[in-house]
């Protein structure tokens, strides 16, 4: 129906427009054939609006939601969780390793302390 009325029923507004309004045959004055030609645009222009329109409101109602949005989401959180517990276990780790060390020099330990307070 869409083509029918773009390909068809436009050129033949277009058609009587030139016609009627532009070569005149029915010897209207200027005013008249205004009158014409703006009342068959505004038909030309409805007709577009009203081909176009189903097409416009149909793709926004058309949008479904997709099923495998929710295990990608569910994904995503588990990754998160699993990053979390990494981060976690290295700064354990760290700090075990920051132990060891000054355990394992307890003057260099204690000349850390009073030198540099801030990495502790």
Known sequence: MPLWIERYLLTIC??????IAILNPLKFDWQQRIALLIA???????????????KA????????????????EQEVSNLRSQQQKLLDQQSVAEEETKNLALNMFPVFAAAQVCLFPQLL
């Open 14 to 19: 277009a058609a009587i427009a030139f016609g």
């Open 40 to 54: 068959i645009s505004a038909f030309a222009y409805f007709l577009a609006r009203t081909v176009h329109k189903p």
């Open 57 to 72: 409101s149909s793709s926004v109602t058309a949008i479904a939601p997709d099923p495998r949005i929710g295990s990608l």
